[in-house]
C-alpha cells in the first residue's frame, strides 16, 4: 500500500520525520524490489469514520478533525511534544488507517498472501487519546476490521523496541486476538507497561503475551529471546492471520532506546516472522512499519528488506545501496551517514535458549515471560522444546 500522500504524516521538527518513509520506498524502488513479478502497488483510500470508530471514541475523531484544521488543542493527548497537532492531520491519520485496513482485508479475502502497510504500525494511539507519535491505531483498525470479516484467531506480533501498548489496550478483553510484544523494559523506556505479567483480561487469559528485554540486548539475545517465546505461542494459538508491527528502532544507534540490533538482526527477524506465518497461519500475513529514528542510517534499509521478505526471495546482505538512492538520502539529511551496503556485517546468529543455573538477564526475561504465559497456552515454561 503506497501512495506520496501518505507522507503529509508530518509533525514538523519531530523524530517521526516522514523521510524515513520515503528513503524507505526509493531505496527499495531502486533495488528493483516493487517490480517483482506478482507485486502490486495499491494506492489506499482513508478510513471513514465509521471505520475509525471501531476502535476509537467518536468524541476523539472529533476534537482530532478540530486539531486538523489549525485549531490549538490541549486534550486527549494533543497539542503534546509527542504529538503536536498540524494542518490535515486527520486526513494524513485516516489514510495511514485506511492503507493498513486495505492490506488486510486483501490477505483475509484471499486476494494476496502477503501484504505491506509501511507509513502503518502507530501502535500507541489509544481509543481516547493519542500517545507516542500516534493519533490513530492503524493496526488496531485493520484487526477489528478482519474480526468483523468472520476472523476468529488473529495474532499481532510486535517488534518496535517500545511496547505495542495501544493495541493490547484495545484487545486486552478479546480472547480472539493474541498480541505478543518484544521491547526494552519498561522500566527504562516509554510507556512503562509491557511487564511480563501483563497477560489479558478476564475472559482473555493469556491473549497478551510480553518479552521486556534489558537495555543493550543485542542481535544475539533478541534472536535468543524471539525464538523462545514467539514460535511456541503461535503454534499453540493458531491464527488465521499473522499481523506483524515491524518497528526499526531497536536498532544500536536508534537515538531514542536502548537496544543494540544491527540492520542484519531486523532481517533475521523478518525472515523468522515470513516462516511462522507460512508454518502457522496458512501463509496469511500483514506488515506494517511502525518506529525508527535512524532516518538514513537504519530505517530505509531494513524496512527495504522487510519488503523484499513479504515479496519474495531475501536480499543479498552485501548488496551496495545504488548511486542514485545515496544522493537523494544525502540531499534530505546531508548531515546524516549513509550506508554503501544492505548490512551492517553482524552474522545475527543466535544460540537456542537453554534453562540453566546461571542466566544471564535476557534468560531472566525470557523465563519470567515463559513461566507467567506458557501455562495458558499448555506449554512448559521449562522444556526449551516448547
Known amino acids: 500500500m503506497w501512495d506520496e500522500e501518505l507522507l503529509r504524516y508530518d509533525m514538523g521538527d519531530h523524530p517521526l520525520d516522514p523521510v524515513r518513509v520515503e528513503l524507505t520506498m526509493a531505496l527499495a524502488r531502486s533495488l528493483g524490489v516493487l517490480d517483482r513479478p506478482g507485486v502490486t502497488v495499491q494506492r489506499p483510500a ?27 488543542i490541549g486534550i486527549m493527548g494533543l497539542g503534546t511534544a509527542d504529538n503536536p497537532t498540524f494542518v490535515g492531520m486527520h486526513e494524513a491519520s485516516a489514510l495511514i488507517a485506511g492503507a493498513t485496513l486495505r492490506a488486510a482485508e486483501a490477505v483475509w479475502r484471499g486476494e494476496t498472501d502477503r501484504a505491506v502497510s509501511i507509513s502503518g504500525g502507530l501502535h500507541h494511539a489509544m481509543r481516547d487519546r493519542a500517545a507516542g507519535f ?75 503475551v510480553n518479552v521486556a528485554l534489558p537495555p543493550g540486548t543485542d542481535d544475539r539475545g533478541w534472536l535468543r529471546a524471539f525464538h523462545a517465546v514467539v514460535p511456541g505461542v503461535l503454534r499453540a494459538f493458531r491464527p488465521q492471520l499473522l499481523f506483524t508491527q515491524c518497528g526499526a528502532d531497536t536498532y544500536h544507534h536508534d537515538p531514542l532506546a536502548n537496544l543494540r540490533l544491527t540492520v542484519d538482526g531486523q532481517r533475521a527477524a523478518y525472515l523468522a516472522l515470513r516462516d511462522l506465518a507460512t508454518e502457522v497461519a496458512g501463509g496469511k500475513w ?66 537456542s535458549w537453554v534453562p540453566g543455573d546461571t542466566p544471564d538477564a535476557v534468560d531472566r526475561a525470557i523465563m519470567a515471560t515463559r513461566r507467567l504465559t506458557f501455562p495458558f497456552f499448555g506449554l512448559d515454561p521449562h522444556d526449551p522444546r516448547d
Open 134 to 208: 500516534c493519533v490513530y491505531n492503524d493496526p488496531a483498525v485493520a484487526i477489528r476490521r478482519v474480526l468483523d470479516l468472520g476472523a476468529e484467531r488473529v495474532a499481532y506480533v510486535d517488534i518496535d523496541v517500545h511496547h505495542g501498548d495501544g493495541v493490547q489496550e484495545i484487545f486486552y478483553d478479546d480472547p480472539r486476538v493474541l498480541t505478543v510484544s518484544l521491547h526494552e523494559s519498561p522500566r527504562t523506556l516509554f510507556p512503562g507497561t509491557g511487564f511480563p505479567d501483563e497477560t489479558g483480561g478476564p475472559g482473555a487469559e493469556g491473549s497478551a
Open 286 to 351: 500483514v506488515a506494517s512499519g511502525g518506529g525508527g529514528y535512524a532516518l538514513v542510517e537504519c530505517v530505509p534499509r531494513a524496512w527495504t528488506h522487510l519488503l523484499a521478505v513479504v515479496t519474495g526471495d531475501a536480499l543479498d546482505p552485501q548488496l551496495a545501496t545504488p548511486d542514485e538512492w545515496r544522493s537523494l538520502a544525502r540531499s534530505r539529511r546531508p548531515s546524516h551517514t549513509v550506508p554503501s551496503t544492505m548490512t551492517d556485517g553482524s552474522p545475527a546468529t543466535w544460540d
Open 46 to 72: 482513508p478510513a471513514t469514520d465509521d471505520v475509525l470508530a471501531t476502535v476509537h471514541d467518536p468524541d476523539y475523531i472529533a476534537v482530532v478533525k478540530a486539531a486538523s484544521t489549525g485549531r490549538r
